[in-house]
């Protein structure tokens, strides 16, 4: 079974990515994000994305109402639709979903987020949470009928009220409950770059124990990135390639390994 994370930049080929998915006769689950859809339709409404980087050091989407509303807008809404219609008209019977749906995947909600403001340290609460588990029944149904679910936020918390949550820990969960062998992540990039400033130093293969070094190195986005992948790969996890996401065939080629691979 495979997994792929598209992700949310302007730049991914997802109707690339979909050509390639017409190939397949794998049974897939398809993560998506939608940043730059949502931060246009924020743009277009006045209501600016709030970043905020906590005290260890991790950027994240400071989700309050506004931010929740958009995000269903921009992810659950536009993005994950016009997925789906890529992929009805290349014959490949997607369902779109959120994680709120039937409670694909549920999760915790945060209990806060610890930011640095000028000296003092404050508890930011907002709506966010961790995924802790999968309805693997309602994925199961689909998948074994035929349909490649099409993932995105938002989760249910415990509740069942909307929380924004990172795709990356969705992903790891997924994995996990469904038994996945490989997972493919396509970025707005080569690969893992042992030099963020140059797109020829892809890294091509990278062991899970590396990745603690390779978060502590990194700084911002990237270093939530990492963070997610240490999960995933985490006791004997799937096989993970990041390849780019902006070639003609994205998915033909992360699965041709052309990226990097983490095993």
């Known amino acids: 079974m495979l997994i792929v994370k598209i992700g949310g930049g302007a730049a991914i080929n997802v109707a690339g990515v979909v050509d390639d998915l017409a190939a397949l006769s794998e049974q897939t689950v398809l993560v998506h994000g939608a940043n730059a859809a949502r931060d246009r339709l924020a743009c277009a409404l006045s209501r600016p994305t709030r ?17 929740i509303d958009l995000l269903m807008m921009a992810y659950a809404g536009l993005r994950n639709k016009r997925i789906v219609e890529l992929c ?11 994680g709120l749906d039937g409670r ?10 610890r930011v640095r403001d000028g000296g003092k340290t ?11 588990g999968v309805n693997v029944p309602l994925l199961r149904l689909l998948l074994d009928n035929g349909y490649v679910p099409v993932l ?4 249910a918390d415990e509740d069942g009220r909307a929380v924004n949550s990172e795709n990356d820990d969705i992903v790891a969960a997924l994995a996990r409950a469904l038994g996945c062998g490989r997972v493919v992540q396509l970025i707005e990039a080569p ?43 985490a006791d004997g996890g799937p096989e993970v390639v990041i390849a780019d996401g902006r070639g003609p065939h994205p998915l033909a080629d992360a699965l041709a390994a ?4 983490i095993a």
């Open 51 to 67: 970043v905020v980087t906590s005290a260890s050091g991790y950027t994240s989407v400071f989700s309050d109402d506004d931010a």
């Open 191 to 233: 690969g893992l770059l042992a030099d963020p400033a140059d797109p020829k130093s892809v890294v091509p293969r990278v062991r899970p124990d590396e990745l603690a070094g390779w978060e502590e190195r990194s700084e911002g986005r990237f270093k939530r990135k990492v963070a997610g992948l240490r999960k995933l790969c």
């Open 104 to 113: 694909a995947v549920q999760g915790r909600r945060n209990s806060g987020i």
């Open 258 to 261: 052309r990226g990097t691979v």
């Open 88 to 98: 009805q008209a290349r014959g490949v019977n997607a369902v779109g979903l959120s």
């Open 122 to 132: 404050l508890l930011l609460r907002d709506n966010s949470g961790k995924p802790t």
């Open 152 to 155: 995105t936020v938002p989760i």
